[in-house]
Every structure is written in structure tokens, then in C-alpha cells.
């Protein structure tokens, strides 16, 4: 095999290829050589530019048996969105081939390379887009994964000769529990994909796991509950804590502690000035200003900067690496303007990260803050209702679509609806106005009709809320 297509030979089939992930998989082993081809239930711009790009060779829309390529040397990899009977996975079993969830090639991709691995419920695209922003700004060549567009036209996936990879690590269907990973990134931990997890101490002994696979460092937000995950050769005793409220003494990639386990790097954000500005505050003495918003993502920021720094990057040049990054894709994305209200996109659809979202919000001082909710999965409808609706009720207005099933079907989940999201709201509102819109055919006219100059809508969902803000933006 060539040492610049190290996977040539190889013929690859993914099916869910429009996915973020599988998408940035995808890129990933065509730049590494191979014959990739895939299927998705329906077209869109990841599938567009997967085959404007020549990434693909052959791209099916819809599945069915004959997208499979013939031979015997064809490996399949499926999303976790793929049930078991896909007529793709079932003609690959029929016939010998590897079968293989998506976790399986991602862990082959950090083989590769020195992995920065980025996990946590909150924050794991923006953290590693920011991060990818950092390690660019010092002069670092590096790979990406990341589950969004890192933004600025960078896309979602980058493959290069570099050493250091940075993935976003997924919890949602444990894949992060492949990965070769040498630098581990943990932002936060909340339950938020029951269908896998029974319960958070299920969810914590995964993320325990997950940063047990650290073999050089640890960075993670300064709290008790995380602290705790920690494994015991990163901590022990008084001596694990003196290492990791000192690890930043100089430690970089590579160095362990004194019982040879990996140095651990707490962040928190302190003393920040948030505003329409961005965010601005202090790190290891040097001033950092952000143009994104809210205190969240200075969190964010402070998770990427800490990698980096164990990376071996330049701490000046990253901070200006970073002061460059506008957000990642869907991430409290300007979309546009209508009717003088500025329309924002955010894929914001857990209680914490709908607060978040619109508390960053709030710091562009908007006239009202109007906040369109699409929920995501039944099974998350159903256990986060009554969070969602206190959430939401920090907008002015509040409008709820109905639940996005992507994977999972309603005839499964009985009675539950976006409407319980509304009523939720509504109890927790005030008094002030709160919508039921199921469709976006329902939702376009009511929202025009409302909004007004100075007003700020933000519409919020992991599904495909984002159509309805441009299409808000497009009147």
C-alpha cells in the first residue's frame, strides 16, 4: 500500500451517508485511499457535496438491497439511525460481508493519529470546531471529525498528513467507547438519550470509561461530579488532586503524573464580561476575546484552549486562532433577517442547552426574544417535557412544533406529542403567549405575522427546524 493511501484497496459502503458523522467518515477514507460509496433515505447538501466533492463514487437515494456494490471485499458501516433490518444490512449479512456499526471505523480513523477525543452532552461541536480554530491559529496541520460544520467553510471533516486528530466523541450510541484517544475532552454530563441509557449513573459509568481511555491528558470542567469520573491512575488521593489543581505547571501531550497515569486539567470561567460584543475574560494571564455568545461557550472555549495547550500549540497564537471562530454550524447560526427580527438557528434540544441558548440571547439586549422549539425523539419528549417548557418560558414568545421522530416512530411511544412541550410552557409562561404549531405549514404564517423589527427569533432542534428559519428569512 502506498504511505499516502494507506487504505487503497479498500471498498467501503456507508449507509446513513448524509449523516454528520458518517459524512466526515466518509471524506475521512476516500482522502485515505478507498473506494467509498453510500446510501441515504434522502438527498440534502451533505449528500450533494459528499458527490461534488468526488468523495463518493456511487451515492443511492432511498435503501434497498442492490445498493450494495458486488464482490466479497465490500465492508459496510452503518449509522445508529440504521435498524437492524435495513435491506442493505440485510443483503450484507446474506453474504458474508462485514457489517459493522459506525463506531467501528471511527475507531480505525483514531488509530491513525494522535487523537484529541471531545465528549460531553453539551458543547461537543463547538468545543472541537474551537479547537480546530486554536490548533490552526498556532501553525498546528491537523485531522477533524466533528458532528457540524466547524463554520467559516470548513466543513464537518478534514484529513490530513498532520499528527493530531480532533473528534467529537458521541455518546448517544456509545461510539465514543472506540476511540484511540490520547488527549480526552469532557465538557459536562446530563442524561439526554434515554433510549440508551436507563438511567445518569448508566451515563456516568460510560463517561467514566470513556476517560479511562486518556493516555496522556485530561481536560475537564472543574466540578465535583466530573471530577469524580476521573480514573483512579489520573487521581489518587491527596496527590491526584495536587496534580490536577497544578497541572498547569507546563504539561503538555505526552507527560504523566507521578504514578504514570495521565495529567488532569480542570477549567472553569471566571470574571467574564458577556455582552453583544461576545465574550471576553482571562486565560493563564492572557486576554481572550470571543465572537460567539454566552457563558457557555466560554466554557467551550476554555476546554479547547486547555487541549490545545496540552497538544504542544502556542498559547498566544491559539487565543488568536480562536478569536476568529464566528460559531459552528447550527449553533446559534445567524440565518438572516425578517420583518427587522434577526432569525437564528440553534440545534439547542435539551433543557440545559435551550437555557443556555437563550440567556446568550438575551446578552444582544433584543427588543423581544421570540423562540421556536421543534423537540427531537419521543423518548426525549416524553422524560424532558416539563424541563423543556420552564426552559422555553424564558422567552418573550414561545411557539412548539411537533416532535421530530428521526429514529424512533410514534406509533412506539403512545400520547406523547410536542403539545405536552407547550403545555409545559404554557403553565411556566406567565401569561405571556405561547403557540401550538405542529407543522411548519402552521408555524410560517403565525411567526411572520408576529414578528417585528428588534425582536430576536431564535429557533431551536436537532431535527430540521432550521428549514423553517430560512424559510423565514426567504419572506
Not at 500549540?313 to 445567524?334: N, T
Not at 433543557?351 to 419521543?378: C, D, I, K, M
Not at 427569533?457 to 432550521?466: R, S, T, Y
Request: aromatic share 6%; with cysteine.
Amino acid at each position: 500500500m502506498s504511505s499516502a493511501a494507506p487504505w487503497r484497496g479498500r471498498r467501503i459502503h456507508l449507509v446513513g451517508v448524509g449523516g454528520a458523522g458518517m459524512s466526515a467518515y466518509a471524506r475521512a477514507a476516500a482522502a485515505l485511499g478507498a473506494d467509498v460509496s453510500g446510501s441515504d433515505a434522502a438527498a440534502g447538501p451533505s449528500t450533494e457535496s459528499l458527490i461534488a466533492d468526488g468523495v463518493l463514487r456511487d451515492l443511492h437515494v432511498g435503501h434497498a438491497r442492490e445498493n450494495v456494490p458486488p464482490g466479497d471485499d465490500v465492508e459496510l458501516f452503518y449509522s445508529s439511525a440504521v435498524p437492524e433490518d435495513n435491506p442493505e444490512r440485510l443483503a450484507a449479512r446474506e453474504r458474508g460481508l462485514r457489517e459493522s456499526p459506525r463506531a467501528e471505523l471511527l475507531g480505525e480513523l483514531s488509530a491513525l493519529r494522535r487523537t484529541i477525543a471531545v465528549a460531553g452532552t453539551h458543547g461537543k461541536t463547538t468545543t472541537a470546531s474551537m479547537l480546530v480554530y486554536a490548533l490552526r491559529g498556532a501553525g498546528v496541520e491537523l485531522s477533524w471529525l466533528i458532528g457540524g460544520s466547524a463554520g467559516a467553510g470548513l466543513g464537518n471533516a478534514h484529513w490530513s498528513d498532520g499528527e493530531w486528530l480532533v473528534v467529537e466523541a458521541d455518546e448517544s450510541d456509545r461510539s465514543m467507547l472506540s476511540l484511540e484517544v490520547e488527549i480526552a475532552v469532557l465538557t459536562n454530563v446530563e442524561l439526554d438519550h434515554h433510549a440508551t441509557f436507563a438511567s445518569l449513573i448508566e451515563l456516568r459509568e460510560a463517561f467514566r470509561e470513556f476517560l479511562a481511555r486518556a493516555s496522556a491528558g485530561i481536560v475537564i470542567w472543574r466540578r465535583a461530579e466530573l471530577l469524580e469520573l476521573v480514573p483512579p491512575a489520573a487521581r489518587t488521593g491527596e496527590q491526584g488532586r495536587a496534580r490536577a489543581a497544578t497541572a498547569d505547571s507546563g504539561a503538555r501531550a505526552g507527560a504523566r503524573g507521578e504514578d504514570g497515569g495521565p495529567v488532569v486539567v480542570p477549567f472553569e470561567a471566571d470574571e467574564l464580561d458577556l455582552g453583544a460584543h461576545g465574550v471576553r475574560m482571562r486565560w493563564r494571564g492572557h486576554e481572550v476575546a470571543l465572537r460567539v455568545y454566552g457563558a457557555h461557550n466560554a466554557l467551550n472555549a476554555l476546554a479547547a484552549l486547555e487541549a490545545a495547550r496540552l497538544a504542544g500549540a502556542d498559547e498566544g497564537r491559539a487565543i488568536a486562532g480562536l478569536a476568529s471562530f464566528e460559531g459552528a454550524g447550527r449553533r446559534f447560526e445567524l440565518l438572516g433577517t425578517a420583518h427587522g427580527a434577526r432569525i437564528y438557528d440553534d440545534y439547542a434540544h435539551h433543557p440545559s442547552e435551550v437555557v443556555a441558548t437563550l440567556r446568550a440571547a438575551r446578552t444582544l439586549a433584543p427588543g423581544r426574544l421570540v423562540a421556536v422549539f421543534q423537540p427531537h425523539l419521543y423518548s426525549r419528549t416524553a422524560a424532558l417535557a416539563g424541563e423543556l417548557g420552564r426552559a422555553l418560558a424564558l422567552a418573550d414568545v414561545i411557539a412548539v412544533l411537533e416532535v421530530y421522530a428521526a429514529r424512533e416512530r410514534a406509533e412506539d411511544h403512545p400520547g406523547v406529542s410536542g403539545l405536552r412541550v407547550a403545555e409545559a410552557a404554557a403553565d411556566a409562561a406567565g401569561g405571556r403567549t405561547v403557540y401550538w404549531l405542529p407543522t411548519f405549514a402552521d408555524a410560517e404564517p403565525v411567526l411572520r405575522a408576529q414578528l417585528r423589527a428588534g425582536d430576536l427569533c431564535v429557533v431551536m432542534g436537532a431535527g430540521d427546524i432550521d428549514a423553517l428559519g430560512r424559510a423565514l428569512v426567504r419572506a
